[in-house]
């Protein structure tokens, strides 16, 4: 099953996978850029702080130009997709849990919510 997390939490795991711009320093993992959000659109969510804008832009620049099977068939079954916002907080790693999930029909889970 596929998991989130972020950082500050989960970097060390085998299966970590970077879905943002940036990373960590000393963070060795695999990244996939293809899932991270502009910095252009990160900015403007710093600034403005419209979760709903940040949304549909994420959806509209990055993730309307993938195949989730793609993502999927790079990830792996087991993979930990993660960025830097912790549990609870918006973060696009939830938009793009959401979008592989309701496109491929498979669970995934934030670590938080396994303890």
């Known amino acids: 099953m596929i998991k989130t997390s972020y950082f500050a939490k989960s970097s060390q795991l085998p299966r970590a996978i970077a879905i943002s711009a940036s990373v ?14 502009p910095y252009d659109l990160i900015e403007k969510y710093k600034r403005d702080n419209d979760e709903v804008y940040f949304e549909e832009q994420y959806k509209e620049r990055v993730l309307n130009n993938l ?16 960025c830097w916002e912790k549990s609870g907080s918006f973060c696009h790693r939830h938009i793009a849990a959401d979008w592989l999930s309701s496109n491929l029909g498979i669970e995934i889970i934030e670590m938080d919510s396994l303890f």
């Open 24 to 37: 960590p320093p000393g963070f060795k993992g695999p990244r996939l850029r293809a899932l991270a959000p």
């Open 67 to 82: 195949d989730p099977k793609a993502v999927y068939k790079v990830t792996g079954p087991d993979a930990v997709l993660l």
